[in-house]
């Protein structure tokens, strides 16, 4: 159920080398134990890519994988941050001055945005958090990682916010591969840029069926509004919007607004100089990934016998919708996607925002070593600096458990 806080966890220290490992270094730096530690793991979506941010339900699990955080309470009002990967240097301040520089990316602005999130708002925070770092998320990522349960991935949907369980086929692993391709979305405007596409083409399409589009923020919205089917929104947006970008002048016009009008009131910070926005295919790869999601839910459900191939099927077409339509894929993905189908995947896919990253791939259990092995072969043994990320960077997982704090028993 939504809304549930993560749990805690008593635990023997001597039974986990990771946390006794982050005790021994905290004591280093800090000269005093933690009081209590915290895990978040890392989350893959298996299917519904970039449309939460619009309205739509996703379907991600947890996997095993986590970070740690070791944590002493203070009674004075300085914040001390240190990481134990030594590139990530030390950092201080006080809680009542927490200046966030989104124009220089730096560890710690994800420990701060947290901070400044809390002291501004606690309901949904951690959604809302991330968007001091200056990306425009949806919330998948901060809703799993609390909502997560051992063994199940899950649908979550939003506003309000909503968990269900979503039982994976067994006969089928879930295979992660890092393109080792980086893309920092908090650095770059791409993530942004989509995110205010399908902004315009919302208002856009609310504007053409005489909705009031100066509210409507997500295609979700203009759906609802209209009580119309998913597939009734793909004929919409194939009636309404046309496939050339649509230059800001155009779209000023479409509104009835002025230039200032477009970037003070709709336009995010970063993307107040992006002159044209593809609204048609944006709007198309949303509708259409948002009616998958709720297909591989349903065949989750109902489990037929050639259940995994079905899924396979899905997640390829959410890959393929990814490259053509939303353009948020690399050609380092797109050949790893290659080597990953070729190797024996049924189904294989970019997972999360994309433009680098990892793919999430569904390998037939049997099938699961060869694979393993011959992609490793294939995308990581040549290159020095794949191999040095490579025992890192491809692993089946498991759905794991949420978020929780550790308490030393
Ligand atoms: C990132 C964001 C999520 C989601 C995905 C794309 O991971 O943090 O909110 O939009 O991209 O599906």
Redesign the pocket.
């Known amino acids: 159920m939504a809304g549930d806080a993560p749990s805690s966890l008593p635990v023997q220290l001597v039974e986990q080398p990771r946390l006794l490992k982050l005790k021994e270094s905290f004591i280093a730096k800090f000269g005093s134990a933690p009081k209590f530690y915290v895990r978040a793991p890392g989350r893959v979506?298996l299917i519904?890519?970039?449309?939460?941010?619009c309205g739509y339900a996703?379907l991600p699990m947890a996997i095993e994988q986590d970070i740690l955080i070791a944590v002493e309470p203070v009674n004075n009002d300085v914040v001390q941050l240190a990481n134990t990967n030594s590139l990530y240097l030390d950092f201080s301040t006080s809680v009542n001055d927490i200046q966030i520089n989104k124009t220089k990316l730096q560890w710690h602005n994800y420990f701060l945005c947290g901070l400044k999130g809390i002291q501004v708002e606690l309901a949904e925070i951690c959604t809302k958090s991330?968007r001091y770092i200056g990306?425009e998320?949806?919330?998948?990522?901060q809703s799993i990682s609390f909502l997560a349960e051992e063994g199940t991935a899950k649908l979550i949907e939003f506003s309000p916010l909503r968990a269900t369980d979503v039982r994976l086929p067994s006969g089928a692993a879930f295979v992660i591969a890092n393109s080792c391709v980086e893309m920092n979305?908090a650095a770059t405007s791409h993530?942004n840029i989509r995110v205010m596409e399908c902004r315009l083409a919302t208002k856009l399409l609310s504007k053409s069926k005489g909705l009031d589009w100066k509210k409507m923020l997500r295609l979700q919205d203009v759906q609802a509004k209209l009580g119309v089917s998913l597939e009734e929104m793909l004929t919409i947006v194939e009636e309404v919007l046309h496939p050339e970008p649509y230059s800001t002048e155009e779209i000023c016009k479409c509104l009835g607004i002025s230039l200032e009008d477009l970037r003070s009131q709709i336009l995010s910070q970063n993307t107040q100089d992006v002159s044209t926005f593809k609204l048609h295919q944006r709007a198309k790869h949303v509708y259409s990934e948002a009616a998958r999601v709720l297909e591989f839910k349903k065949i989750c459900n109902e489990a037929p016998a050639n259940a995994i191939q079905l899924l396979g099927e899905l997640m390829n077409q959410s890959y393929i919708s990814c490259r053509e339509m939303y353009e948020c894929s690399c050609p380092e993905l797109d050949r790893l996607v290659d080597i990953c189908l070729q190797f024996g995947a049924v189904g294989s896919r970019l997972t999360?925002?994309g433009w680098g990253g990892c793919t999430v791939s569904m390998v037939p259990t049997d099938k699961l070593n060869t694979f393993l092995k011959n992609v490793k072969k294939a995308y990581y043994q040549n290159d020095v600096q794949k191999l040095a990320l490579k025992n890192n960077s491809l692993f089946a997982t498991k759905p794991g458990r949420g978020a929780l704090v550790f308490v030393e028993a």
């Open positions: 979506n519904g890519e970039h449309i939460d941010y996703v991330e990306t998320g949806g919330g998948m990522d979305k993530y999360g925002a």
